[in-house]
């Protein structure tokens, strides 16, 4: 499975939600959502957005697992390039790195929006409908 994962933040901190979408290997989208989270950072929206999509996944099949983020910050502290220094994210990082284990195998890798617009349009599409702009469909 693939899944891709965006975390929003209009203002840091400022109103914030996520993005996610699942893809089995063929490019077959399993599952997607936008979801609004309330008042946060970006980092930790992005966090956010990669737990919730842990989850879901976990249901969908245990094994093996790449996701995929714009969030170059949050990629690096995943395979330990970065320390995880901000005391809002270390509890976070601890609970993507246990969910991360429950599959048979992982990885992460960084990717440019143009390539995570689906998790991207998706949290921005939650954002807009909560504050009340932009149109009301997807």
Do not use: C
């Not at 999509?53 to 170059?72: C, F, H, Q």
Request: glycine share 10%.
């Amino acid at each position: 499975m693939r899944l891709y994962t965006d975390g929003a933040a209009r203002g840091n901190p400022g109103p914030a939600a996520v993005g996610i979408v699942i893809e089995d290997d063929e490019g077959q989208v399993l599952w997607k959502e936008g979801r609004y989270l309330g008042e946060t950072t970006n980092n930790v929206a992005e966090y956010q957005a990669l737990l919730i999509g842990l989850v879901t996944a976990r249901t969908l099949g245990p094994g093996p697992l790449v996701v995929r983020m714009d969030s170059e910050l949050v990629v690096k502290q995943l395979t330990g390039a970065y320390r995880v220094k901000h005391p809002a994210l270390i509890p976070l990082h601890r609970k993507a790195l246990a969910e991360l284990g429950r599959f048979s195998s992982w990885r992460a890798e960084h990717v440019r929006r143009e390539k995570n617009q689906m998790a991207d349009h998706l949290a921005n599409l939650a954002l807009d409908r909560t504050l009340g702009v932009g149109p009301e469909t997807d």
